[in-house]
């Protein structure tokens, strides 16, 4: 079962890729935002060029666990990705994992730069890497 896993921001959505069982996730690329309608096209042929199953969607909430001002539109935007791929979206609490991709990405030494071109695709991959962990930890 192959997932996809997106990061949703503003101005870039990062994207990983779970193997084929669902166990490892990748990260895959990011997808610089241009218009709802080009970011849907970008996203969907993603998920038909890897044949995903299932599609992960970051849910930003704040720190007290209510969804931020963005949650509605990314909330749409994974749902209109489901009905176009026919596939079932899941929306997961992504709640620190910028922060956490940038702690892991400054401990390997990367400079500015390079960090900032990759950030939303390592926080798409621990978003991922979370939910599959949850998948296979509740499927026991």
Known sequence: MRVLGLDMGTKRIGVAVSDELGIIAQALTTIQRESNREDLRAVCNLAREYNVDEIVVGYPRHLNGTPNEEAPAYATFGENVGEKIGVPVIFWDERLTTVAAERALLEGD??????????DQVAACLILESYLTWRRNREG
């Open 110 to 119: 990367l400079r500015r730069r390079k960090r900032r071109k990759v950030i």
